[in-house]
């Protein structure tokens, strides 16, 4: 399988790219001090579409907010145009607020008597067309098609009777129209002697009434932004959907739950395929459940799915039509000894993301981040700990739950770097090019290097694999932090996403959206 050239998270020839210095740009839903957050307010998904210029939010009220990008039109001319002529933009990207709209409602499961609560789990931006988005958007259950398209108002001119002209015939144009009384009959006459009468005395000229205007529909100048389903997948799925990922054809999609992965056409609606299924005859003899699953970004017959004994399979559609056999899979073998009760719970992997070329895949588990390259699956080419601290802490993390938080992940536009969300709202950056040092920790505030702590990376030989390539980093992570803080399990950073070709990450602190950029 030909998975491009290496990227280039591979290629670093020059010498590792310089640590990055990261710049707060923007808040969207800041709250003040002592507010409290409203459950439904809270964000549940985040997405830049494939150009950088749209961001989509969702939340657990079912909302969709979508965000557009403002600094590059002030520029004027198409932003693509501007970068052939190596234009630099000299300013870092900045959004506002375009529209929202109120994509899932809570609903309930009579023959299961279960509640499907409204909130958002996954948004995935389609194509573009004809100055349309398209986007794809889910709850637990059912999954849904928008179009947001602006239109231009369109008003009805004044329909009225000059009333000069009116009381020149003699004042009954009004009262006549007006008279809702009377009977009037299928053909259109009106059964009313009177009426008839009255309008034969009425001399009109030639060309009819000259007072009557008739409706006007005239276009405006404003525009309104409107969002309209055009599609709702339902009814495939019997547990709730973890993900959903857009195929490179422009034409399908899969959604996946615990135990199975379905392909859709976006056309239609009333139908999918099942591609996986992991059901065992017997519910008694369940290991392990699907967690995430991802189309590759350019060869539309291969995907991956995460699971969650800490494994990633890949598999090809054109090996056979139910595809439960895989293609290859990327495990690490555990260390002999270090099995404990937590092992398999922290070992599940919350997200799985292709790096754009398709050579990397990227993976989160609770502990760790670890980045694949899928031309070798006899470990990950590189390790990164996202809060080794914690690890003491597993028990009390059981107790309150927190230890089953699915924390995404995501890589930048040139595949040279690697985040994360923690806990404390707290999120992590690292290098992945060969000999980065990279690890950063900033904070979802206003202020993100308040609790910068800059950890010096010791690349370690993997068990696993022979490669030197292989690295270890973050783990040198303080406990608490360099000042002793603790850490506040209750806010945690679950949701980030990298902008496509620029350094910029948008990432959800609760109802807040936080925007920075290096």
């Not at 279960?114 to 349309?132: F, M, Y």
């Not at 994360?420 to 980065?436: E, H, V, W």
Request: glycine letters at 6%.
């Amino acid at each position: 399988m030909d998975s491009g050239d290496g990227g280039e998270v591979a290629s670093a020839a020059a010498g590792p790219p310089t640590p990055l210095e990261w710049k707060f740009s923007q808040v969207f839903g800041e709250r003040a001090a002592g507010e409290e957050v409203q459950e439904v307010d809270i964000i549940s998904a985040i997405e830049f579409d494939k150009s950088g210029d749209h961001l989509a939010t969702g939340d657990r009220g079912g909302r969709v907010v979508l965000f557009e990008r403002t600094d590059a039109k002030e520029h004027g001319g198409n932003r693509r145009d501007l970068e052939k002529m190596d234009y630099q933009v000299s300013r870092h990207p900045e959004f506002r607020y375009k529209t929202e709209f109120q994509s899932h409602e809570p609903e309930f499961d009579y023959l299961k008597s279960l509640e499907i609560e409204e909130k958002i789990n996954k948004i995935r931006w389609c194509q573009t067309a004809n100055g349309a988005v398209f986007l794809l958007s889910t709850n637990d259950k059912t999954i849904k098609f928008w179009k947001v398209q602006e239109k231009k108002m369109k008003k009805i001119s004044e329909i009225n009777v000059d009333s000069g002209k009116a009381a020149g015939n003699g004042g009954i144009a009004s009262s006549s129209v007006s008279s809702s009384s009377k009977k009037f009959l299928a053909n259109g006459d009106c059964s009313d002697p009177s009426y008839n009468s009255l309008s034969n005395e009425l001399s009109f000229p030639p060309g009819g009434l000259p007072s009557l205007r008739l409706p006007v529909v005239v276009t405006s100048g404003e525009t309104n932004l409107l969002a309209r389903c055009r599609r709702v997948y339902a009814h495939a799925h019997d547990y709730h959907i973890n993900s959903i990922s857009n195929n490179s054809d422009g034409e399908t999609f899969i959604s996946a739950d615990d135990l199975r992965i379905n392909l859709w056409n976006l056309e239609i609606s009333n139908q999918s395929f099942n591609i996986v299924d992991v059901k065992p005859t017997n519910m008694e003899d369940l290991t392990e459940v699907i967690t995430s699953a991802e189309f590759h970004p350019t060869h539309c017959n291969m995907l991956a799915y995460s699971s969650s004994k800490g494994s990633i399979r890949l598999i090809d559609l054109r090996q056979s039509a139910l595809c439960d056999s895989h293609s290859k899979i990327f495990e690490e073998q555990e260390a002999p000894g270090s099995r404990s009760f937590f092992t398999e719970i922290i070992a599940s992997i919350s997200d799985v993301k292709f790096a754009r070329d398709g050579r990397y895949l990227l993976s989160r588990d609770y502990m760790s981040l670890k980045l694949w390259d899928v031309n070798m699956d006899s470990g990950p080419v590189a390790t990164f700990q996202v809060h080794e601290y914690l690890r003491p802490k597993l028990c009390d993390l059981y107790e309150n739950d927190s230890i089953f938080d699915k924390f995404e992940c995501c890589l930048s536009g040139d595949g040279l770097r690697v985040a994360t969300g923690s806990y404390s709202n707290l999120f992590r950056i690292f290098g992945c090019a060969q000999g980065s040092t990279e690890a950063t920790t900033l904070e979802a505030s206003k202020n993100p290097m308040r609790r910068q702590v800059q950890t010096p990376a010791r690349p370690t030989r993997s068990l696993t694999s022979s490669i030197s390539r292989v690295v270890r980093r973050g783990a040198e992570s303080p406990g608490a932090d360099a000042n002793g803080n603790s850490f506040d399990f209750t806010t945690k950073l679950l949701h980030l996403a990298w902008h496509p070709s620029e350094n910029s990450i948008a990432c959800a602190a609760a109802n807040s959206l936080y925007m920075y950029y290096a």
